[in-house]
């Protein structure tokens, strides 16, 4: 197998694990520590991306500093799109929160965000440390260069777009 078919299958297998996964690792940690446990919601998460980081960064050290910059945008935007997910969700109940308490007679809510993790905050914690493994690896070789980081804009617009696709601004 040549190396740009082995890169391809590799990316998409990681992608693929990746999208496998981190659903699993991010619905019930957030929903088990509704409690209130922020730190631990937010740390078993990034943790959970920092090893998912280093294995990224460890599977794509043969190939060149863009392909692996690529590996960590494809991956990146894996978790940019399970965090926009996130915050639909953490929006929804937030304006029907809103909404069942304005109403006459309304007493205590259980529905809300109360105790839920900021989603802004889950993904810039994950994105970081997703990728720090991968850029510590890349300027280790010496081979970062910043106008490759140019492309992290991507996941950000993938968590941003996502939010108004849902809330209806981007049609």
Do not use: C, E
């Not at 699993?24 to 980081?53: C, E, K, N, Q, R």
């Not at 308490?101 to 965000?113: D, E, H, K, L, N």
Request: proline share 5%; no cysteine; charged share 10%.
């Amino acid at each position: 197998m040549n190396q740009q078919v082995r890169f391809a299958v590799y990316n998409i297998g990681m992608a693929a694990l990746l999208l496998l996964l981190t659903p699993l690792v991010f619905g019930p940690v957030t929903s088990a520590l509704y409690s209130g446990w922020d730190v631990l919601s937010v740390a078993i998460p990034s943790m959970y991306a920092l090893v998912a980081g280093y294995l990224f960064s460890r599977v794509f050290d043969s190939y060149g500093n863009l392909r692996v910059i690529s590996s960590g945008v494809i991956g990146s935007a894996v978790f940019a799109a399970t965090s926009g997910v996130g915050k639909v969700i953490y929006q929804s109940l937030n304006a029907m929160s809103q909404s069942l308490s304005s109403m006459p007679g309304a007493q205590a809510v259980p529905i809300g965000t109360r105790g839920m993790t900021n989603p802004d905050l889950l993904f810039i914690s994950t994105l970081i440390s997703f990728n720090f493994p991968i850029i510590y690896s890349l300027t280790k070789r010496g081979n970062l260069k910043t106008k490759h980081l140019l492309v992290y804009i991507l996941p950000v617009l993938i968590y941003l777009a996502i939010p108004a696709i849902f809330s209806g601004a981007i049609r």
